[in-house]
């Protein structure tokens, strides 16, 4: 009996221990034609799928009929699959019992989900930091935008005397990032939700960045909403999740107006659904929603393997780009602030986007250049800089897919970069940014139809 158990528990820790299984595609070319295996450090934009993800997509393709109104097996098979794909986005954000998980597009669409369901005359507040998806929805003459904070402290205190100022209107919405798609650090969103509450207001929690590294518990958290996207999470483009309070959602007008959003029409009315089928008008996209579904479950299981790797990649990843000489990181809290595995950085005398486009053609790795549509967050670090030589930086973003050898491949690449210059020519291109004047790739990539 008691063998039986030691082994049961050792496969649990097993499982839960080890990092669940990423696609790895084929190796890729080099301005000189020679084959590589790829280095995805560019995990904050998309990420690779989970072989978890592949398999319940390919199960799903093979047998999907009409959602929630067909009568045939396959139709009870495929609303099935739909709905507890809610309850697993439900599950893996930590949702109270009485939220409602809306299936998106992503966190772009359940942000502006959000910004029409805004109660009439409600305030917003925030960050000019965030991610523009987070700072662009919401009607411009009733929103407080702070400035980029250099501690977390003064973030809290100026939230606070916001508030304070608002303190005698309508409820207003505190929008705050859970982890900066620049600069990868966390925002004290704990606190945030602290000082939101004691003025009445409630709290968008953006964790586009957030959720594929570190666990969220919304109920615990106690914020209202939190928003998400797939395609962060190892699920492929094309589903998201707004999940929180149904309030403001149900008396909202319908998303889109449609069928499935609608309960009942005559020619004199129409009575709109409540609950997510409200902002779900059309035909479903199932096969996001299970993708998503999957990346949820397969990241939840294996959160614990997860983080262990991510520490040590973050780790490494931020000292070693501090200590290449002519490369400087650029943080809102400082280097040491607590962050998943993104740092943005830049290296003297050399454009943000040659150094993007050297690190691919010439190594093979993935980093992107530019300001990561956080462009204000960007420009603020950027002019921190004394000398303000840059307008751009580079990021490079490890995660599930990232390997030790990726991230030594990255800091070795930049020190020579620093160091020597890109080791061929390059030109500016008005289409595609810098290109190697003399590339052995080819110049069409094979279509995969
Ligand atoms: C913090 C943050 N919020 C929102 C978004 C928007 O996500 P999506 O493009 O998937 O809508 C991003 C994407 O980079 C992000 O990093």
């Not at 528990?9 to 097993?14: A, H, I, L």
């Not at 606190?191 to 929690?205: F, H, K, N, S």
Request: hydrophobic share 45%; charged share 20%.
């Amino acid at each position: 009996m008691s063998t039986h158990h030691a082994s049961a528990t050792t496969t649990t820790q097993t499982l839960t221990r080890r990092l669940p299984a990423v696609v790895h595609p084929d190796p890729v070319p080099l301005v000189t034609g020679e084959l590589v295996e790829y280095a995805p450090l560019d995990h904050a934009a998309s990420t690779p799928a989970l072989e978890a993800v592949v398999r319940a997509v390919d199960t799903v393709t093979r047998t999907y009929s009409s959602v929630h109104r067909g009568t045939g097996w396959l139709s009870r098979v495929t609303s099935a699959h739909y709905e507890a794909a809610r309850e697993e986005v439900a599950r893996f954000v930590g949702a109270r019992a009485d939220d409602v998980v809306v299936f998106t597009r992503a966190t772009t669409d359940a942000t502006n989900l959000l910004a029409r369901a805004l109660p009439d005359g409600t305030p917003v507040v925030v960050f000019a930091s965030e991610h523009h998806a987070s700072l662009l929805p919401w009607p411009a003459e009733r929103t407080h935008r702070l400035p980029v904070p250099a501690s977390p402290a003064e973030a809290l205190g100026r939230l606070e005397s916001t508030l304070s100022g608002l303190a005698d209107g309508p409820a207003p919405l505190v929008v705050v990032t859970g982890a900066s798609n620049v600069t990868g650090e966390l925002w004290p969103v704990e606190q945030v939700v602290a000082v939101a509450r004691r003025y009445g207001a409630r709290v968008l929690l953006d964790a586009a960045q957030l959720v594929a590294h570190r666990r969220v518990d919304l109920a615990a958290l106690d914020a209202d909403w939190v928003a998400f996207s797939g395609h962060k999470l190892h699920a492929p483009f094309g589903a998201g999740a707004l999940v929180g309070r149904r309030d403001w959602l149900d008396a909202a007008d319908p998303y889109l107006a449609g069928g499935g959003a609608s309960a009942a029409v005559s020619e004199a009315s129409t009575t709109w659904t409540t609950g997510a089928a409200r902002h779900e008008g059309g035909s479903p996209n199932v096969l996001g929603a299970v993708a998503l579904a999957a990346a949820c479950a397969t990241v939840r299981r294996h959160r614990g393997a997860l983080e262990a790797h991510e520490e040590r990649l973050t780790r490494r990843l931020v000292e070693g780009l501090r200590a290449v000489p002519g490369v400087r990181t650029h943080s809102v809290f400082g280097d040491d602030h607590d962050r998943v595995p993104v740092v943005a950085f830049t290296v003297d005398g050399l454009d943000s986007g040659l150094v993007a486009a050297a690190l691919s053609a010439e190594h093979g790795i993935g980093v992107r250049a530019g300001k990561f549509c956080a462009h204000l967050l960007v420009d603020a670090l950027l002019a921190r800089d004394p000398k303000r030589p840059h307008a751009t930086a580079v990021r490079a973003s490890a995660g599930l897919a990232t390997t030790d050898e990726h991230v030594e491949r990255l800091l070795a690449a930049v020190a020579d970069l620093a160091a020597h210059g890109p080791r061929v020519a390059y030109r500016r291109d008005e289409t595609h940014g810098w290109v190697p004047v003399e590339d052995a790739r080819a110049a069409d990539v094979p279509l995969p139809w």
